[in-house]
């Protein structure tokens, strides 16, 4: 049966797919942009592409062209009587200021080495096999810790840990801690720098990160309070007065049996803290920008990543609270509450 189009409605989605397609080339060049520095020499103020070029050491009739899509983009802003390119302070405040809680170029980073393995998560659809974190290449690992220390350098500290019954207080006056999954380190290197008294383990299955993350600390200065070692999350050794997972339960293969682990590694009036992707229960409830973001980095690397590994479960970056909570209650823990959300998180605290 021959469908009928609707002129309108074809017009309007051919819009979308031409913003789509340029928003796809536009985060490699932002990305590029990050890398070279531009962003960081636009900051100071209106410069010409000749400006700019001579500025950051690259080749004008390059910076000409990433200036004139960037400023179709939105990004900067173009004068057409001076013919300079300036970043307005709000994209600066975004792109440039690295103390921002929204400092995102990680996103662009990450989104941009995604592509490279894009063949593999493919075959992936075909076969029903996954790809490992691991075999992605660095531009995921250090995009991904840039797109979250903002996150957690904003909220960590001043309120999510806060809002966890009686733990400021242990922290405060010494206490054990394990972060679980820790990458590159960026939590478990803000926590300590905050609370000189307790001691910190990071773990990762990751060698690379747990290196990385070996050098951030020293870099720190928190060696003398952390640790990182490579295990994985049902087999790292210890009791903790506090165990954390930021954003990373989604990306296990077998979530209940880490969330055992951790209920066992747990000292008797211990806590979790469970920092996951934002979303609600129901797929209705992430169509917006931020679930858009979350599915499609889910499909290329949270889901892969899970189904690589033993079990399978593959909870996705958009599980939902009702989903994680079962996971976390199968576990065996008896209580589960939500303590506090941001934009890009929701933050829950189990207890046994």
Same mark, same amino acid.
């Not at 593999?120 to 076969?127: C, L, P, S």
């Not at 490992?132 to 840039?146: D, I, M, N, P, V």
């Given at each position: 049966?021959?469908?009928?189009?609707?002129?309108? %409605?074809?017009? +309007? !989605?051919?819009?979308l797919?031409?913003?789509?397609v340029?928003?796809?080339?536009n985060?490699v060049?932002?990305a590029?942009?990050?890398?070279?520095?531009?962003?960081?020499a636009?900051? &100071?103020?209106?410069?010409?592409?000749? +400006?700019?070029?001579?500025?950051?050491?690259t080749?004008?009739?390059?910076?000409?062209?990433? @200036?004139?899509?960037?400023?179709?983009s939105?990004?900067?802003r173009?004068?057409?009587?001076a013919?300079? !390119?300036? @970043?307005?302070?709000? $994209?600066?405040?975004?792109?440039?200021?690295?103390?921002?809680?929204?400092?995102l170029?990680?996103?662009?980073?990450?989104?941009? *080495?995604?592509?490279?393995?894009?063949? #593999?998560i493919?075959?992936?659809f075909?076969?029903?096999?996954?790809?490992?974190?691991? +075999?992605?290449?660095?531009?995921? !690992?250090?995009?991904t810790?840039?797109?979250? /220390?903002?996150?957690?350098r904003?909220?960590?500290?001043?309120a999510?840990?806060?809002?966890?019954?009686?733990?400021? *207080?242990?922290?405060?006056?010494?206490? $054990?801690?394990?972060?679980?999954?820790?990458?590159?380190?960026?939590?478990?290197?803000?926590?300590a720098?905050a609370?000189?008294?307790?001691?910190?383990?990071?773990v990762?299955?990751?060698p &690379?990160?747990?290196?990385?993350?070996? %050098?951030?600390?020293?870099?720190?200065?928190?060696?003398? /309070?952390?640790?990182?070692?490579?295990?994985?999350?049902?087999?790292y050794?210890?009791?903790?007065?506090?165990?954390?997972?930021?954003?990373?339960?989604?990306?296990?293969?077998d979530?209940?049996?880490?969330?055992?682990?951790v209920?066992e590694?747990?000292?008797?009036?211990?806590?979790?803290?469970i920092?996951?992707?934002?979303?609600?229960?129901?797929?209705?409830? =992430? @169509?917006?920008p931020?679930?858009r973001l979350?599915?499609?980095a889910?499909?290329?690397?949270?889901?892969?990543?899970?189904?690589a $590994?033993?079990?399978?479960?593959? @909870?996705?970056? $958009? *599980?939902?609270?009702?989903?994680?909570?079962?996971?976390?209650?199968?576990a065996g !823990?008896t209580?589960? #509450?939500?303590?506090?959300?941001?934009?890009f =998180?929701v933050v829950?605290?189990?207890?046994?």
């Amino acid at each position: 049966m021959e469908r009928t189009i609707d002129g309108a %409605r074809l017009e +309007e !989605f051919l819009g979308l797919v031409v913003q789509e397609v340029g928003a796809a080339y536009n985060a490699v060049l932002t990305a590029i942009g990050d890398e070279l520095g531009l962003y960081d020499a636009l900051a &100071a103020g209106p410069l010409t592409p000749q +400006e700019l070029a001579c500025r950051t050491g690259t080749a004008e009739r390059y910076i000409r062209e990433w @200036l004139s899509a960037q400023a179709a983009s939105g990004f900067v802003r173009y004068d057409t009587t001076a013919q300079t !390119f300036e @970043l307005p302070p709000e $994209q600066a405040h975004v792109l440039a200021d690295r103390t921002s809680p929204v400092y995102l170029p990680g996103l662009f980073q990450a989104a941009k *080495a995604v592509f490279a393995i894009a063949p #593999r998560i493919a075959d992936g659809f075909r076969t029903g096999k996954g790809v490992g974190w691991h +075999e992605h290449g660095r531009g995921l !690992f250090e995009g991904t810790e840039r797109f979250f /220390r903002a996150g957690y350098r904003a909220n960590l500290v001043p309120a999510w840990i806060p809002a966890l019954d009686g733990i400021e *207080a242990k922290l405060r006056a010494g206490a $054990q801690v394990a972060d679980v999954g820790c990458g590159y380190g960026a939590s478990t290197i803000i926590m300590a720098a905050a609370y000189p008294n307790s001691t910190f383990v990071g773990v990762d299955y990751h060698p &690379a990160s747990v290196e990385a993350a070996r %050098r951030r600390a020293a870099e720190a200065h928190v060696s003398d /309070r952390v640790r990182f070692e490579v295990a994985s999350a049902v087999d790292y050794a210890g009791t903790y007065d506090l165990v954390a997972c930021f954003d990373c339960l989604h990306d296990m293969g077998d979530p209940v049996a880490a969330a055992r682990h951790v209920l066992e590694s747990l000292a008797p009036d211990g806590a979790w803290m469970i920092v996951e992707p934002r979303a609600g229960d129901r797929i209705e409830d =992430n @169509l917006h920008p931020v679930g858009r973001l979350y599915y499609a980095a889910s499909t290329m690397i949270c889901t892969p990543a899970a189904l690589a $590994q033993d079990g399978g479960t593959a @909870l996705g970056a $958009q *599980a939902g609270r009702a989903r994680l909570e079962e996971v976390i209650r199968t576990a065996g !823990f008896t209580a589960v #509450r939500e303590v506090a959300v941001t934009p890009f =998180n929701v933050v829950l605290e189990a207890r046994p």
